[in-house]
């Protein structure tokens, strides 16, 4: 059997083999595509037959970890933020962060976890003023496994302070997301 390390590289290679450039990400191997948009590729040994479960290689550390993208994929959507979690990710490109999105997303449901008002406008708000007040020291644990930590550098975290508190000394919608 393959380890995970050999599999991660072997996509990576198979991907830059077939003409895409390549880059690895912590677990994900990513595709650059249009317009600052990528495509994070994930190799990944399911535990089981439901594929619920799974092991990722992490590059950074040259572990594995287990997980499950499609617990990663019912947080959100359970969660019923969507709609601002898409106006986060366009906010996070149109400021140029280096923001990953599952940290996104996590920190969008932690923000508005028994807080949404429905109103987009409004929860968006309140997920800036979580930043602003939470971004810092926060620790965000993965859905699927609270063994694991959702990395976010030192960096990231006051970029997002800066740019959330900057958003909310504005107005304008047209200024804090386009």
């Known amino acids: ?76 959507r359970d969660s019923g933020v969507r709609d601002v979690v898409k106006i986060m990710k366009l906010w996070r490109l149109r400021h140029e962060l280096a923001w990953s999105s599952f940290a996104l997303e996590q920190t969008v449901c932690r923000a508005l976890q028994d807080k949404r008002t429905g109103d987009l406008g409004t929860d968006v708000w309140n997920v800036f003023i979580f930043i602003q007040g939470q971004i810092k020291s926060i620790v965000l644990k993965d859905p699927a496994n609270s063994n694991n930590v959702i990395e976010m550098d030192v960096l990231i975290r006051l970029q997002l302070l800066q740019k959330a508190t900057a958003c909310l000394g504005m107005a304008n919608w047209a200024t804090i997301v386009w």
Do not use: C, W
């Open 1 to 76: 059997q393959r380890s995970m390390r050999d599999i991660f590289y072997g996509v990576q290679n198979v991907l830059t083999n077939a003409g895409y450039k390549t880059k690895a990400k912590n677990v994900a191997v990513r595709l650059p595509y249009q317009s600052g948009f990528h495509i994070d590729v994930v190799p990944a040994r399911a535990q089981d037959e439901t594929f619920y479960k799974a092991t990722v290689f992490k590059s950074e550390e040259g572990g594995t970890r287990q997980t499950s993208i499609k617990a990663h994929i019912d947080s959100v």
